[in-house]
């Protein structure tokens, strides 16, 4: 059974830090951060792959780092200068790739980050 666990949310000041950590199972070509706050969509906060390509959502750049160790199957994110609209369930996600050409995602269980005064 495939297993992603995160750690690291909570509550934080609006212009504080946070960082996720996530740990997997097993190997991912590409892993990353959702995020879905109350009433709205689930969107991509920040992915990379085994290559370590990023990806960025743009309401994040500049603000958001994600890093991942490759040998240790973990993914994490720093989050500085947080803003109350980063409030939201953050979610990792691992993302298998087939040479059939479909996708598989998987999804941790989600850690709430809530940023205000």
């Known amino acids: 059974q495939v297993q992603l666990v995160e750690s690291g949310g909570g509550l934080v000041q609006p212009g504080g830090s946070l960082r996720l950590s996530c740990a997997a199972s097993r190997s991912f070509f590409s892993m990353g951060w959702y995020r879905q706050a109350p009433g709205k969509e689930r969107e991509l906060v920040a992915a990379v792959n085994s290559g370590g390509s990023t990806n960025y959502g743009d309401s994040v750049k500049g603000r958001f780092t994600i890093s991942r160790d490759n040998a240790k199957n973990t993914v994490s994110l720093q989050m500085n200068s947080l803003k109350p609209e980063d409030t939201a369930v953050y979610y990792c996600?691992?993302?298998?790739?087939?040479?059939?050409?479909?996708?598989?995602?998987?999804w941790g269980q989600g850690t709430q980050v809530t940023v205000s005064s």
């Open positions: 996600n691992g993302r298998m790739y087939y040479s059939d050409n479909t996708v598989t995602d998987y």
